[in-house]
């Protein structure tokens, strides 16, 4: 029996096929591989190289206030120098800007491509309160300076001029929060007039304004009007003179 004949047309084909099968197969194999080099050099370009890199000098701090030491969040800060942006953890470092001093809230973001903005909220002192003798005041007590939420803020050996001096039983929280909570809901205008305040129990809060009246404001309730029934009283000229005002009763205000 004669051998099968196969056309040469048929052979070419083949061959054909088999190559575009190889071709494929090697473009296949060089796509991957660019793309595995391309996803490589981009990570190592985004999270290992300088490109990106923190530079302590693109850092904006806002915010500080008279208390914070902007050098300590700078300190903060240039510890992560060199850190590219995308591995900087910002969350970490603002619990670590957190720990500075007089910080109150902190918010840190990236500002690309090598920098970053740290926006405080700074613990301001809203009152003096005088020390009490002891050991570490060497005998020479000064005054505490608190924030709205009572804490320490700082120390100075003679009141400033124009924080309010605060007189509160010694470890009476209450109190104490009573008195700091009317403060931080005054007018500027009207702040500005409080030399100090003192009070026995948190219903029994007294200013003393800086030209010499009396203000017994009671409890820490209704402050808002207790503001506005003061304010008119002032400024009327039935009032003129008086050396105390009673807004305790908002409604049934009293003038002496």
């Known amino acids: 029996m004669a051998p099968p004949v196969v056309s040469t047309s048929s052979v070419a084909r083949f061959a054909e096929r088999s190559r575009a099968r190889r071709n494929l197969a090697r473009r296949q194999v060089l ?3 660019g793309s595995v080099l391309a996803v490589g050099s981009l990570g190592w370009l985004l999270l290992l190289s300088p490109v990106l890199a923190l530079e302590p000098a693109q850092v904006v701090v806002e915010g500080a206030g008279t208390v914070v030491a902007v050098d300590q969040v700078r300190g903060v800060i240039d510890a992560h120098a060199s ?3 995308p591995r ?5 470092l603002r619990d670590q800007v957190l720990d500075v001093p007089g ?4 918010r840190v973001t990236r500002s690309w491509p090598h920098g970053l903005v740290v926006v405080l909220v700074a613990r301001e002192p809203v009152a003096a309160v005088p020390e009490q003798s002891s050991a570490a005041t060497h005998g020479a007590p000064g005054f505490a300076l608190l924030d709205m939420d009572g804490v320490q803020v700082g120390r100075v050996d003679a ?3 124009g924080l309010p001096v605060v007189d509160v039983p010694v470890g009476d929280k209450r109190t104490l929060t009573a008195v700091l909570s009317v403060l931080q809901r005054l007018p500027v205008e009207l702040l500005a007039q409080v030399g100090g305040v003192s009070a026995r129990t948190q219903d029994t809060v007294t ?8 203000v017994d404001w009671g409890s820490a309730s209704e402050t808002p009007l207790k503001i506005a029934v003061l304010s008119a009283l002032r400024a009327s000229p039935a009032a003129a003179g008086a050396t105390v005002i009673d807004v305790s ?3 049934l205000p009293i003038t002496k």
């Open 88 to 92: 900087l953890d910002t969350v970490r």
């Open 31 to 33: 796509l991957v591989a």
């Open 249 to 251: 009763a908002p409604r």
């Open 207 to 214: 200013m003393s304004l800086r030209d010499g009246v009396r």
């Open 83 to 85: 850190t590219p942006l």
């Open 159 to 161: 009141a400033p001029e």
């Open 103 to 106: 910080v109150r809230e902190a």
